[in-house]
C-alpha cells in the first residue's frame, strides 16, 4: 500500500493548505476535509468533506471513486453521485461511494502511477465537485 | 556550481523563487511559473486544457474567474482553483 509513498503525496497538499489524511476505517481511505465546491450559487455548502479508497497494491491500480458523507446534498447533483458503489465508516460517519472515474476513460488521463497520486486526484475532486447540476 | 546570485528589482518578486498553488499544489519551477500568466497558462500546469478549463483565483481580496486569454501578474502564495466545463468520468445507476 505504500504508505509513505501516500505520506509524501498528502504532504504536497498539506502544503498547499489542504488538509488531508489516511485512515483506516472499514477501507482504507485518504480523507480530503473541505475540498471546495461550485455549491453557493445554489444554497449549498462552499466545501464538502471527502473520501478516496487506497487500493490494495497502491500505487500499481489506479486510484478510483470518491464518497461524500451519506446524505449529502451534492450526491444527486454530481456525476454519478447516485450510483452507490458501496457505503464506508470513516472517521466516526458513513460515507456513499459515488460511481466517479476519471482514470478510466473519464476525462482524466490514464492511470500513471509515475506521475498520479492522491495529490493530483485532488484535481480530479475539485473538477467533479465544481460542476453540479 | 556556483550559485546563482538574483538581483531583486523593488516590488518585483525573485523569478527563481516565484510559486503560487492550483489545485492546492504548490508551483515554483521557474521554467513554467511566470510573473505574468494567463489563464490557459494557469489550467495548464495541472495539465487542463484551456478549452475545458476554468480557472479561479480563490485567495486575495479580488478573488474572480480567469479568463483563458487574461493575464494575470502573479505574486507568490496566489491559490488558484481549475475546474473543468466538462465533468465526464461519472456513471448513472
Known amino acids: 500500500m505504500a504508505p509513505e509513498r501516500i505520506a509524501r503525496e498528502l504532504a504536497i497538499l498539506q502544503e498547499g493548505g489542504q488538509e488531508a489524511s489516511y485512515l483506516e476505517g472499514s477501507r482504507p481511505c485518504v480523507l480530503y476535509r ?10 449549498l455548502p462552499t ?30 447533483r454530481l456525476a454519478g453521485g447516485t450510483n452507490n458503489q458501496g457505503i464506508v ?27 498520479h497520486g492522491f495529490h493530483t486526484y485532488m484535481d480530479h475532486l475539485i473538477a467533479w465537485l465544481g460542476k453540479l447540476n | ?45 495541472v495539465g487542463v486544457p484551456a478549452a475545458n478549463a476554468v480557472v479561479r483565483l480563490e485567495s486575495g481580496p479580488d478573488q474572480r474567474e480567469i479568463a483563458a486569454d487574461m493575464p494575470v501578474e502573479l505574486k507568490n502564495g496566489m491559490q488558484f482553483l481549475v475546474t473543468r466545463r466538462t465533468v465526464e468520468g461519472g456513471y448513472g445507476a
Not at chain 1, 466545501?47 to 444527486?76: E, K, N, Q
Open chain 2, 1 to 45: 556550481m556556483t550559485q546563482a546570485t538574483h538581483q531583486h528589482e523593488r516590488g518585483k518578486p525573485d523569478q527563481a523563487q516565484l510559486h503560487i498553488f492550483v489545485n492546492r499544489r504548490k508551483f515554483d519551477n521557474p521554467e513554467k511559473v511566470k510573473p505574468v500568466m494567463t489563464g490557459a497558462e494557469i489550467a495548464d500546469l
Open chain 1, 34 to 43: 473541505a475540498v471546495p465546491t461550485a455549491g453557493a450559487s445554489l444554497g
Open chain 1, 47 to 76: 466545501t464538502t468533506d471527502v473520501i478516496v479508497p487506497v487500493p490494495p497494491g497502491y500505487p500499481g491500480p489506479m486510484i478510483d471513486l470518491a464518497g461524500l458523507p451519506v446524505g449529502s446534498p451534492f450526491l444527486p
Open chain 1, 89 to 115: 465508516e470513516l472517521d466516526g460517519r458513513q460515507w456513499q461511494l459515488a460511481s466517479y472515474h476519471p482514470h478510466q476513460n473519464g476525462g482524466g488521463p490514464p492511470w500513471n502511477p509515475m506521475v
